[in-house]
């Protein structure tokens, strides 16, 4: 069992920059698939981005088109910490985060998809 608590949100304008965090819980975390989904209101929940250590030096990220450039994710295996940085912060990028986690990534593209875990989500809001 995996346990995700995120936190970091909150508001900020236009072109700003915010660091969520994400507390993950479970002996099986460093072996993990972790990635950052959100939801906009009336809008799917989309994945952002995700990342999975093969080993201390060797990590594989995914990000998709609409934050590639602006968002870094990583994570802290001593601290089991997942993060993602997020910069130049438009309007659009208003949602609810959540973190999220299973076993592995897609092998071929690198994306988490369905995850198995899911956190209770932080919200980020941006104005102009």
């Known amino acids: 069992q995996v346990q995700l608590v995120e936190s970091g949100g909150g508001s900020v304008q236009v072109g700003g920059s915010l660091r969520l965090s994400c507390a993950a819980s479970g002996s099986i975390y460093r072996r993990l698939c972790m990635a950052w989904f959100r939801q906009a209101p009336e809008k799917e929940r989309e994945e952002i981005a995700s990342?999975?250590?093969?080993?201390?030096?060797?990590?594989?990220?995914w990000y998709s088109d609409s934050v590639k450039g602006r968002f870094t994710i990583s994570q802290d295996n001593s601290k089991n910490t997942l993060y993602l940085e997020m910069n130049s912060l438009k309007p659009e990028d208003t949602a609810m985060y959540y973190c999220?986690?299973?076993?592995?990534?897609?092998?071929?593209?690198?994306?988490?998809?369905?995850?198995?875990?899911w956190g209770q989500g932080t919200q980020v809001t941006v104005s102009s």
């Open positions: 999220a986690a299973d076993s592995a990534c897609d092998s071929i593209t690198g994306r988490l998809r369905t995850p198995k875990y």
């Open positions: 990342i999975q250590s093969f080993s201390s030096i060797s990590r594989r990220t």
